[in-house]
């Protein structure tokens, strides 16, 4: 899971570029502003995206399960805007 920050070009290209060649088979961007999580899954040697979560929280079952409460993501992400 990436949290996006500044311009995210960064986190959009570079990083999922190691992911995908490491094989990692989902990956996470979660987006400040608005606050929205994209889920990719690998699919060959590139991530396609297959979701996009808004509103308050995420249940997923794959790979694992998960619950995720958007509202403490958001706080988090203020906390760390408030940090810097």
């Known amino acids: 899971m990436e949290i996006i920050s500044g311009s995210?070009?960064?986190?959009?290209?570079h990083e999922r570029r190691i992911y995908a060649a490491g094989?990692?088979?989902t990956y996470w961007m979660v987006?400040?502003?608005?606050l929205r999580i994209l889920v990719h899954r690998l699919a060959g040697h590139w991530y396609q995206p297959t979701e996009v979560?808004?509103?308050?929280?995420?249940?997923i079952t794959e790979?694992?399960?998960a619950k995720v409460d958007l509202r403490a993501v958001h706080r988090a992400a203020e906390a760390m805007d408030d940090d810097e």
């Open 31 to 34: 987006e400040v502003d608005p």
């Open 53 to 59: 979560v808004t509103g308050d929280g995420l249940v």
């Open 8 to 13: 995210g070009r960064y986190d959009r290209d």
């Open 63 to 65: 790979p694992f399960e």
């Open 23 to 25: 094989g990692i088979p």
